[in-house]
């Protein structure tokens, strides 16, 4: 059988064809890829929603338990406790707070112009609790609660940030250290539930 030799014409609806299908293709292709990211912009901002909601509710929380804390402390200042006293219950509230927070509360002290304990401090002799922010930033406050900047502990390379208060005495400040530990690891277990498709198997 004789081939059929093919005309100009035939090349040209060839050329056509190949060109549609490819021009589909590449459409088909870019609006999957819109999609994936519309999808994926769409669980980060609802993610981002709940880490807020989680981070409110979690200030809340501390806030809180700083005011009981404060309102003991002044319950044992109006009773005259000793410093031997005071300083007892501080690491009571300590060990307690470290224990129903999974480490996250994980200090708290006190300090007035002639009174300081911070449980597991090894105070050297240059420090003055009076100048620190967290102090500062309290008397500055005036009895509302103050919160310092996050910054990194040197111990653990958790971010972590201060809340403290001052009492009625104007004088003595207490504070509790908070890490952000938990807020840390949902935001590196979202990244990478999002984004660790990215890397594939490089």
Same mark, same amino acid.
């Given at each position: ?23 589909? #293709? ?13 999808? #994926? ?162």
């Amino acid at each position: 059988m004789k081939k059929r030799k093919l005309k100009p014409i035939d090349w040209l609806i060839i050329l056509l064809i190949i060109a549609v299908f490819t021009a589909v #293709i590449i459409m088909t292709s870019v609006q999957t890829l819109r999609t994936m990211n519309s999808r #994926i912009e769409d669980t980060a901002m609802l993610r981002m929603d709940t880490i807020r909601a989680e981070l409110l509710e979690s200030l809340t929380a501390d806030q809180n338990a700083l005011k009981r804390f404060a309102d003991s402390v002044e319950q044992l200042q109006e009773r005259n406790a000793t410093e031997e006293e005071l300083r007892s219950y501080v690491r009571r509230v300590k060990d307690e707070q470290a224990v129903r927070t999974n480490g996250v509360n994980f200090n708290c002290y006190v300090a007035s112009r002639s009174f300081v304990y911070i449980p597991d401090f090894n105070m050297p002799e240059d420090y003055h609790a009076t100048e620190r922010s967290w102090y500062v930033g309290a008397v500055d406050a005036h009895g509302e609660i103050y919160l310092t900047e996050p910054y990194i502990d040197q111990m653990t390379g958790e971010i972590c940030f201060t809340m403290s208060v001052m009492l009625k005495d104007q004088d003595m400040v207490v504070s509790m250290d908070f890490t952000l530990s938990e807020i840390q690891q949902s935001i590196d277990k979202d990244y990478t539930g999002l984004y660790g498709w990215v890397a594939g198997d490089d």
